[in-house]
């Protein structure tokens, strides 16, 4: 009998600062049943939003499409990025959430090569062609559809242990990488470091933010898992 993920991550996780737990959802997997197969993904680039700055949709004020951002920790908003779907949970404080900006494939006895290869099938390139691994959960949008999530579906809806969760395997990064968000628009807060990735994955992620060019502490900062920057 083939064995089952882990216990789901508590609602209490979930309901904390937000950059804290952009942090902490470093190394994380995502868990996702569909078609009768686990698709697994370890979380490896977050953004961190909050009500109080211009770059959240929270800003823009309360909407019934933008209640899950009001609603308590560990609840799931989703919304359309450039046609795509996008995930996002919602922290401790109304308004304030991370996004799930990329991932990478997680591979043990739960999620095997049949699991990656619906992943695979659920998200080929612009050819029809399987994406490579390092590539297949390489963005927000390409995420959501290597896992085949969906914002009718999901948006608004707390985690089910039977189809979808996210779980602590025991794997954190000890040091993590701080820099600004991506696609902020000029005027909204667009130099807060509030995207964290961590930094084995690095190559793996949106944009590899030690990419040739990048300068420590004048692109992006060292931190350790508590957030405190480090030399």
Known sequence: MAKGPGPALPDDFFDRDASQLARELLGKVIRRRLNGLWLSARIIE???YYLTEKGSHASLGYTHKRRALFMDGGTVYMYYARGGDSLNFSAGGPGNAVLIKSAYPWSDVVSGPESLAQMQALNPDAKGQPRPPGRLCAGQTLLCRALGLKVPEWDAQRFDPETFFVEDIGQSP??????????????????????????VYAAFCTRNPLRRGQVPHRDYDWMDRYGVIVP
Do not use: K
Request: proline share 7%; aromatic share 6%.
């Open 174 to 199: 000890d040091r993590l990488i701080s820099t600004a968000r991506l696609g902020i628009p000029a005027g909204r807060d667009e130099h807060l470091r509030y995207r964290y990735v961590d930094p």
């Open 46 to 48: 977050t953004e961190a």
